[in-house]
């Protein structure tokens, strides 16, 4: 008998029979039944992957072969996985498609995870990210923040223009500050005060101070 005859047998004789679950390993199962313990494996339309002491429903061949086609029940709150051989793909052609849990959603994977979208919307009342490294490409970011702290150990920009518009400024330096440019204009609208133990201006050409009064001493 060639082997397109007998699965076409098999095909006309196949039964179905419901069992628990007493063994599992990756690949196959062992489900006890009234017809006795069957040997089978996970039908690809079996999404949900069986476990130990579940009650399923088991597709068999008068050949031997037998596949789990369905989780039929299990014991309250023990959860359910998802499993398939290879990769797993959701389409929905039209509509939204949207995961909801009470208790929190993880996406974990050992590679990259890729988000492709026109836009992307996060609305959390806390937030946490951790990475050894970041780079991002953009045109334009815009934000509004209420309070901003920033601890690291260097900070590098190169960048073509930098424009800050604050109500107050504060800073900070503990060692040095340098700043070199080729031209540096500072404007104050009614005081500006230069405070050290020594202070040095050198120019190599001229030095010119204008004011109505001037002070030294």
Request: glycine fraction near 10%; proline fraction near 2%.
């Amino acid at each position: 008998m060639n082997g397109n005859l007998a699965r076409k047998l098999d095909e006309l004789e196949a039964y179905q029979v419901m069992g628990t679950v007493v063994h599992a390993e990756p690949g196959l199962f062992i489900v006890r039944t009234g017809r006795g313990d069957m040997r089978a494996r996970r039908a690809t339309s079996c999404l949900v992957e069986p476990r130990i002491d579940d009650f399923v429903l088991v597709a068999g061949a008068p050949s031997g072969a037998a596949w789990v086609l369905a989780v039929l029940e299990r014991e309250e709150g023990a959860g359910a996985s998802l499993a398939c051989d290879g990769d797993l793909e959701i389409k929905v052609p039209e509509g939204r498609v949207r995961v909801a849990s009470k208790e929190g959603i993880d996406l974990v994977s050992q590679k990259d995870v890729s988000v492709l979208a026109d836009g992307v919307r996060v609305h959390a009342a806390t937030g946490s990210v951790v990475m050894d490294s970041l780079s991002y490409l953009g045109g334009l970011v815009r934000s509004e923040i209420g309070k901003l702290r920033h601890e690291g150990g260097i900070v590098e920009r190169v960048v073509e223009r930098v424009s800050e518009r604050v109500k107050r400024s504060f800073r900070k330096v503990e060692e040095v500050d340098q700043v070199k440019a080729e031209r540096i204009d500072y404007s104050a609208k009614q005081v500006m005060s230069l405070r050290a133990e020594n202070a040095i201006v050198t120019a190599e050409e001229l030095v010119k101070m204008d004011g109505e009064q001037i002070h030294l001493g």
